[in-house]
């Protein structure tokens, strides 16, 4: 089955600056990659997501990179603000177009600190 | 638009007692899943329905974990006999459409289960 994993799994960095979270998954028929910011005590919110055939989206302050050849994916947060900070998921889904359900398997989490 | 409503948000048991967790997801919503999230991990997919059937439990426990979603509309999981490694928040998630490539998934806000 599909293996994710993601790096690091703890992140500080000082307000302003940015951020960037790592995700390598194992399973090449994957094609569907969302992020998921999960604050203290409350419920998982997809806040972007990609599909394997685009290398890149932007959505203001957040945007996610795709190397289909490598593997790997990553979520970059820009000017980063004490609202920020949270936990956050990397997941993938492989895409198969008919039969059994597709998997959607989550990354380990990553906690980020915004510093004031 | 109401959320995915889950309860009880807390809930303490013995080892070897039985729990039920109650799911009612966002209305009009088809697929609905059960998730196990540990602490410090990713949640994990336990159950998957579409509608009122069973698309995806090959990672349920069997044994001891069973759900149901009889009408197609909410849904309980519940452990019997329960096991210190039970310990986790049950989150309950549905979309409008059974492929995650297409249909975000929104979360209830868990169940935190301790298993002592």
């Known amino acids: 089955g599909e293996n994710v994993e993601q790096h690091p799994s703890t992140l500080s960095v000082q307000e302003g600056d940015s951020a960037v979270i790592k995700c390598t998954y194992s399973?090449?028929?994957?094609?569907?990659f969302p992020w998921y910011k999960q604050e203290l005590g409350k419920r998982p919110q997809l806040i972007i997501d990609?599909?394997?055939?685009?290398g890149e989206k932007k959505d203001q302050r957040i945007a996610v990179t795709l190397n289909k050849t490598a593997k790997h994916f990553s979520l970059h947060i820009t000017e980063t603000q004490p609202e920020d900070s949270a936990v956050y998921f990397c997941?993938?889904?492989?895409?198969?177009?008919?039969?059994?359900?597709?998997?959607?398997?989550f990354g380990s989490g990553t906690q980020l600190t915004v510093l004031p | 638009e109401a959320g995915v409503a889950q309860s009880p948000r807390y809930k303490i048991i013995e080892k070897r007692q039985s729990v039920a967790f109650w799911c009612n997801p966002i209305?009009?919503?088809?697929?609905l899943y059960w998730y196990q999230q540990i602490l410090g991990q990713g949640p994990k997919l336990l159950i998957q329905?579409?509608?009122?059937?069973?698309?995806?439990d090959s990672q349920l426990p069997k044994d001891r974990f069973s759900a149901e979603r009889l009408k197609g509309v909410d849904s309980t999981l519940k452990i019997q006999p329960a096991k210190l490694e039970d310990s986790a928040v049950y989150l309950c998630?549905?979309?409008?459409?059974?492929?995650?490539?297409?249909?975000?998934?929104?979360f209830g806000e868990g169940s935190r289960l301790t298993v002592l």
């Open positions: 990609i599909r394997s055939n685009v």
């Open positions: 998630a549905s979309s409008k459409r059974r492929d995650f490539n297409t249909g975000e998934l929104f």
């Open positions: 209305s009009g919503h088809a697929t």
């Open positions: 997941a993938a889904s492989n895409g198969e177009s008919s039969g059994s359900a597709r998997q959607l398997t």
């Open positions: 329905f579409q509608n009122n059937g069973v698309v995806d």
């Open positions: 399973d090449s028929a994957s094609n569907y």
